[in-house]
Protein backbone atom coordinates (compact mmCIF):
# COMPACT_ATOMS: atom_id res chain seq x y z
CA UNK A 1 0.00 0.00 0.00
CA UNK A 2 1.56 3.25 -1.65
CA UNK A 3 1.58 6.50 1.14
CA UNK A 4 1.51 10.18 1.01
CA UNK A 5 3.80 10.12 3.89
CA UNK A 6 7.93 9.26 4.64
CA UNK A 7 8.20 8.51 8.68
CA UNK A 8 11.91 10.75 9.21
CA UNK A 9 12.61 9.39 12.62
CA UNK A 10 10.80 9.15 16.38
CA UNK A 11 11.30 11.97 18.11
CA UNK A 12 10.62 11.06 21.31
CA UNK A 13 8.89 8.91 23.81
CA UNK A 14 7.03 9.20 27.23
CA UNK A 15 6.57 7.29 29.97
CA UNK A 16 4.68 7.22 32.64
CA UNK A 17 5.90 8.63 36.44
CA UNK A 18 3.47 9.12 40.01
CA UNK A 19 2.89 12.99 41.18
CA UNK A 20 5.84 13.68 43.07
CA UNK A 21 8.61 11.35 41.14
CA UNK A 22 10.30 13.67 39.59
CA UNK A 23 13.61 13.41 41.77
CA UNK A 24 13.80 9.98 41.34
CA UNK A 25 13.79 10.73 37.64
CA UNK A 26 16.49 13.22 38.28
CA UNK A 27 18.80 10.65 39.95
CA UNK A 28 18.13 7.75 37.08
CA UNK A 29 17.93 9.53 34.10
CA UNK A 30 20.53 12.02 34.73
CA UNK A 31 22.64 10.52 37.70
CA UNK A 32 23.19 7.26 36.10
CA UNK A 33 22.58 7.29 32.09
CA UNK A 34 23.94 10.81 32.27
CA UNK A 35 21.01 12.37 29.88
CA UNK A 36 20.90 16.23 30.53
CA UNK A 37 17.36 17.66 31.36
CA UNK A 38 15.70 19.48 28.88
CA UNK A 39 13.20 22.75 30.25
CA UNK A 40 9.42 21.88 29.76
CA UNK A 41 7.56 24.69 27.86
CA UNK A 42 5.68 26.62 31.13
CA UNK A 43 2.13 25.49 29.78
CA UNK A 44 3.31 21.99 29.96
CA UNK A 45 5.71 22.32 33.29
CA UNK A 46 2.18 23.05 34.94
CA UNK A 47 1.77 19.31 34.93
CA UNK A 48 4.72 18.00 36.53
CA UNK A 49 7.05 15.35 35.17
CA UNK A 50 10.42 16.31 33.10
CA UNK A 51 12.52 15.74 29.87
CA UNK A 52 15.65 14.58 29.52
CA UNK A 53 17.89 14.32 26.02
CA UNK A 54 21.00 11.89 25.74
CA UNK A 55 22.80 11.37 22.16
CA UNK A 56 19.77 11.22 20.00
CA UNK A 57 17.24 10.15 22.18
CA UNK A 58 14.24 12.31 24.31
CA UNK A 59 12.18 10.52 26.78
CA UNK A 60 9.65 12.47 28.31
CA UNK A 61 8.47 11.82 32.11
CA UNK A 62 4.48 12.56 32.42
CA UNK A 63 2.43 12.63 35.74
CA UNK A 64 -0.17 9.83 35.20
CA UNK A 65 -3.12 9.41 38.02
CA UNK A 66 -3.17 5.67 39.22
CA UNK A 67 0.18 5.05 37.56
CA UNK A 68 1.52 1.64 37.14
CA UNK A 69 4.55 0.86 35.01
CA UNK A 70 3.97 -1.37 32.28
CA UNK A 71 4.80 -5.11 32.35
CA UNK A 72 5.55 -5.34 28.95
CA UNK A 73 5.54 -1.96 27.17
CA UNK A 74 9.12 -0.34 26.73
CA UNK A 75 10.91 1.66 24.83
CA UNK A 76 13.88 -0.54 22.98
CA UNK A 77 17.14 2.12 22.87
CA UNK A 78 20.38 1.77 20.83
CA UNK A 79 23.64 2.30 22.42
CA UNK A 80 26.94 2.38 22.02
CA UNK A 81 29.15 0.21 24.73
CA UNK A 82 25.99 -1.68 25.65
CA UNK A 83 28.29 -3.43 28.09
CA UNK A 84 29.53 -0.49 29.43
CA UNK A 85 25.74 1.07 30.35
CA UNK A 86 25.05 -2.52 31.62
CA UNK A 87 27.84 -2.32 34.25
CA UNK A 88 26.95 0.98 34.94
CA UNK A 89 23.39 0.24 35.82
CA UNK A 90 24.49 -2.70 37.86
CA UNK A 91 26.92 -0.36 39.97
CA UNK A 92 23.48 1.95 40.56
CA UNK A 93 21.49 -1.14 41.81
CA UNK A 94 19.50 -1.62 38.70
CA UNK A 95 19.15 -5.18 37.69
CA UNK A 96 20.30 -6.18 34.23
CA UNK A 97 18.57 -9.01 32.66
CA UNK A 98 20.20 -10.11 29.41
CA UNK A 99 18.15 -11.86 26.04
CA UNK A 100 19.72 -13.49 23.72
CA UNK A 101 16.75 -13.37 21.59
CA UNK A 102 16.25 -11.08 18.91
CA UNK A 103 18.92 -11.90 15.19
CA UNK A 104 21.71 -9.64 14.98
CA UNK A 105 21.84 -7.69 18.41
CA UNK A 106 23.01 -8.05 21.56
CA UNK A 107 20.73 -6.29 24.59
CA UNK A 108 19.02 -6.36 28.00
CA UNK A 109 16.39 -5.17 30.04
CA UNK A 110 16.28 -3.19 32.96
CA UNK A 111 13.67 -0.92 34.56
CA UNK A 112 14.20 2.61 35.97
CA UNK A 113 13.58 3.81 39.99
CA UNK A 114 9.31 3.53 39.48
CA UNK A 115 9.51 -0.06 37.65
CA UNK A 116 8.91 1.06 33.66
CA UNK A 117 10.35 -1.21 31.82
CA UNK A 118 13.55 -0.43 29.20
CA UNK A 119 15.21 -2.28 26.72
CA UNK A 120 19.13 -1.48 25.21
CA UNK A 121 20.56 -3.18 22.65
CA UNK A 122 23.64 -3.07 20.15
CA UNK A 123 23.71 -4.38 17.02
CA UNK A 124 26.30 -7.26 16.96
CA UNK A 125 29.61 -6.74 14.50
CA UNK A 126 28.46 -8.17 10.89
CA UNK A 127 30.51 -11.53 10.18
CA UNK A 128 33.69 -10.85 8.45
CA UNK A 129 34.82 -13.85 5.71
CA UNK A 130 38.92 -15.17 6.56
Not at 9 to 33: K, M, N, T, Y
Not at 73 to 84: F, M
Not at 92 to 107: I, M, Q, S, T
Request: hydrophobic share 40%.
Amino acid sequence: MATDFTFERLDHFQLDIPAGAEDACRAFWSGVLGMTELEKPPVLAARGGCWFRGGGVEVHLGVTPDFRPSVKGHPGILVRSLDALAERLAAHGHEVVWDDNLPGHRRFYAADKLGNRLEFLEPRPAATEA
